[in-house]
């Protein structure tokens, strides 16, 4: 829209002079790039479609809850969003300091759907009124003592394994927390001072604090998804697909995968060109060396290598023009879940780069927004 307006501009104030035809040029071209993910958008919006169902089945969206319908996007491109930015629903959020080890404690951020979700039978009352005596004990119905207990989504933030914080996933934990879900945000400890599988082990003891506290933020551990970026969804994976790793109470039933990688030895090998992070070095800060020195390490790290039947359903999302994780590597995840008999959606946008969806109100990020909403309402129903 701006490269229009300004290409607008410059033909309206039209001079005869070679700097102005270098402008006009300059503006065309930057107007034809811009418009490239216009033109790409038909194609791969009918792609996501036909893996979403390919997948779930065709009429996967009639097996959706009709009040959770109600609250998906309407389309997945919605251009108020694309001006205003994604509206964003106020939620409480909690925040914990999780014990680890040795005085070593982690923050966890518990995100809380809306009252009107927590109570839909009840009317949110006027904070001017007055407040009730309440019933004695002996008087309070089973309504008034049981709330309903919430699908749990548990995000991942991303950062190489090097850095990063549960605050970076808050726009999206806001937001799914708004659609009726309890949202947890956790952390692990970072390379190179922790090597590998130190982030299982915190993890772990992430889920087993929301078992331990399920009853009190009603959270219903039958129905829980992970949901990671980058190193994030690494970790995502690894943990969705080793049931070993789930304390006893907890089912994972999805995973969502946020350009995450899959095979690290293979990555460590085959870099991306630029390497703007130099991957050898980060994932040797991870692992404590290279695929010749701790092989073992590499492929017990790596979730292609953990892909087996019966894994909870996965949703991946990969940029063509990633210059950190290949996209060949979520293509190679995607074939190997389908040939196990596994639920598995790829989708890609072949104009998006790594970390896409920072700029939320982006094609990118609403056209992941609209299926992983889906998937979640599916998996989670």
């Given at each position: 829209l701006g490269n229009s307006v300004l290409?607008?501009?410059?033909?309206?104030?039209?001079?005869?002079?070679?700097?102005?035809?270098?402008?006009?040029?300059?503006?065309?071209?930057?107007?034809?790039?811009?418009?490239l993910p216009l033109l790409q958008l038909p194609a791969t919006l009918h792609l996501?479609?036909?893996?979403?169902?390919?997948?779930?089945?065709?009429?996967?969206?009639?097996q959706i809850p009709r009040e959770k319908r109600q609250q998906l996007r309407s389309r997945p491109i919605v251009l108020r969003d694309l001006i205003q930015g994604i509206k964003m629903t106020d939620v409480q959020c909690d925040r914990h300091s999780l014990p680890i080890s040795n005085g070593?404690?982690?923050?966890?951020?518990?995100?809380?759907?809306?009252?009107?979700?927590?109570?839909?039978?009840?009317?949110?009352?006027?904070?001017?009124?007055?407040?009730?005596?309440?019933?004695?004990?002996?008087?309070?119905?089973?309504?008034?003592?049981?709330?309903?207990?919430?699908?749990t989504l548990i995000t991942f933030y991303g950062g190489g394994w090097h850095n990063g914080h549960p605050d970076e996933t808050a726009d999206f934990s806001r937001y799914m927390a708004a659609q009726g879900y309890v949202v947890v945000a956790i952390a692990y400890r970072h390379a190179p001072d922790h090597l590998f599988p130190t982030q299982l082990?915190?993890?772990?003891?992430?889920?087993?604090?929301?078992?331990?506290?399920?009853?009190e933020y009603n959270i219903d551990p039958s129905r829980v998804a992970l949901v990671g970026w980058s190193a994030g969804a690494h970790l995502a994976l690894l943990t969705a697909y080793q049931s070993h790793l789930w304390p006893s109470g907890l089912n994972i039933r999805a995973v969502a995968n946020y350009y995450g990688p899959v095979d690290l030895a293979e990555g460590y090998r085959d870099l991306p060109h630029p390497d703007p992070i130099d991957g050898r070095a980060v994932l040797t800060d991870f692992l404590g060396g290279s695929p010749t020195e701790v092989p073992d390490r590499y492929r017990e790290a790596s979730p292609l290598y953990q892909i087996q039947a019966g894994l909870p359903s996965t949703l991946s999302i990969y940029g063509d023009r990633d210059h950190i994780v290949k996209p060949i590597f979520g293509q190679r995840l995607d074939q190997q879940l389908r040939q196990k008999g596994n639920h598995s959606i790829l989708i890609r946008l072949p104009w998006a780069e790594h970390a896409f969806d920072k700029v939320s109100q982006g094609l990118g990020n609403q056209i992941a927004l609209y299926y992983v909403e889906r998937f979640f309402a599916w998996t989670l129903r």
């Open positions: 290409l607008l501009g410059a033909i309206a104030s039209y001079q005869s002079t070679l700097s102005w035809h270098v402008v006009l040029g300059c503006l065309s071209l930057c107007l034809i790039l811009s418009s996501a479609h036909n893996q979403m169902e390919s997948a779930l089945g065709q009429d996967y969206l009639s070593t404690s982690l923050p966890l951020n518990l995100y809380h759907p809306p009252l009107k979700i927590q109570h839909p039978n009840s009317k949110i009352p006027n904070p001017n009124s007055k407040i009730p005596n309440p019933k004695p004990s002996s008087e309070a119905t089973q309504s008034d003592i049981l709330k309903p207990s919430h699908p082990n915190d993890v772990q003891m992430a889920l087993r604090w929301i078992v331990e506290h399920h009853t």
